[in-house]
T-cell receptor, first 115, second 114 residues
Framework: AQTVTQSQPEMSVQEAETVTLSCTYD???????LFWYKQPPSRQMILVIR??????QNATENRFSVNFQKAAKSFSLKISDSQLGDAAMYFC????????????FGEGTQLTVNP | DSGVTQTPKHLITATGQRVTLRCSPR?????VYWYQQSLDQGLQFLIQ???????AKGNILERFSAQQFPDLHSELNLSSLELGDSALYFC?????????????FGPGTRLTVL
C-alpha cells in the first residue's frame, strides 16, 4: 500500500529558531505531488507548500521550504525564523496518478513554538 | 480565508438521525472533495465530485451520500448516525479534477453524535 509516514508526533522549537519536520512516503510511481498542510487550533486546513515530484528544485514559500529527496522518498519541511503563529499540527500529504486526485495524509506532527 | 465555505460550523445530533453538510467551493473551482477527520482514523478522503458528477470515491460508508448541484455547491448527507461518525468533516475544492490541482480546504463542520 502507498503510505505517508510522519515519524515525529510532536516537535518543539524556540521562537526565531529553525525546525525541520520529517515525512517519508512509499510509492513505486514517478508522477506525484507532495504537500504540507498546517492545522492551527482553529482546525482550518491551510496549504503551506507544494512540490511536484518531477521538479528537482525544492519548493520555497517565504520562511517555509522543503527538502525533497526523491530517491530516499523523503519530503521534509523546514520552518525558518519560527513564529508563535506557526504553532499547529502539520500534515504531510500526497496525491498520485493511480490514486486520482485524492489526498493521502500522514498522521501529523504537533509543533509547539516556545517564546 | 481559502474561499471555501462550509455550513454549519457545528452540529450536534443523536444516534439514528440524518444530517446534511453543505459546501460552497471557491469561485471558479469545479471540483469538490469531502474528507473526514477523526481521532482514530485521521484524515480520510470520502468522495470527489467534478462539475456535477462523481469522480472518485474513497472509504465512504453506504450510509453516507453526496451530490454536487448545478451551481457547484455540494452537500454531504449522513444518515443512521452512529457515535463513531462524530468527526470534523472538511470540504475542499480545486480548479479541475486532476492530480495537478491543489486543493483548498474549508473551515470544516464539527459533527457530534450523542
Amino acid at each position: 500500500a502507498q503510505t505517508v509516514t510522519q515519524s515525529q508526533p510532536e516537535m518543539s522549537v524556540q521562537e526565531a529558531e529553525t525546525v525541520t519536520l520529517s515525512c517519508t512516503y512509499d510509492t513505486s510511481e514517478s508522477d506525484y505531488y507532495l504537500f504540507w498542510y498546517k492545522q492551527p487550533p482553529s482546525r482550518q486546513m491551510i496549504l503551506v507548500i507544494r512540490q511536484e515530484a518531477y521538479k528537482q528544485q525544492n519548493a520555497t514559500e517565504n520562511r517555509f521550504s522543503v527538502n525533497f529527496q526523491k530517491a530516499a522518498k523523503s519530503f521534509s519541511l523546514k520552518i525558518s525564523d519560527s513564529q508563535l503563529g506557526d504553532a499547529a499540527m502539520y500534515f504531510c500529504a500526497w496525491m498520485t496518478r493511480t490514486s486520482g486526485s485524492r489526498l493521502t495524509f500522514g498522521e501529523g506532527t504537533q509543533l509547539t513554538v516556545n517564546p | 480565508d481559502s474561499g471555501v465555505t462550509q455550513t454549519p460550523k457545528h452540529l450536534i445530533t443523536a444516534t439514528g438521525q440524518r444530517v446534511t453538510l453543505r459546501c460552497s467551493p471557491r469561485s471558479g473551482d469545479l471540483s469538490v472533495y469531502w474528507y473526514q477527520q477523526s481521532l482514530d482514523q485521521g484524515l480520510q478522503f470520502l468522495i470527489q465530485y467534478y462539475n456535477g458528477e462523481e469522480r472518485a470515491k474513497g472509504n465512504i460508508l453506504e450510509r453516507f451520500s453526496a451530490q454536487q448541484f448545478p451551481d457547484l455547491h455540494s452537500e454531504l448527507n449522513l444518515s443512521s448516525l452512529e457515535l463513531g461518525d462524530s468527526a470534523l468533516y472538511f470540504c475542499a475544492s480545486s480548479v479541475g479534477g486532476g492530480t495537478a490541482d491543489t486543493q483548498y480546504f474549508g473551515p470544516g463542520t464539527r459533527l457530534t453524535v450523542l
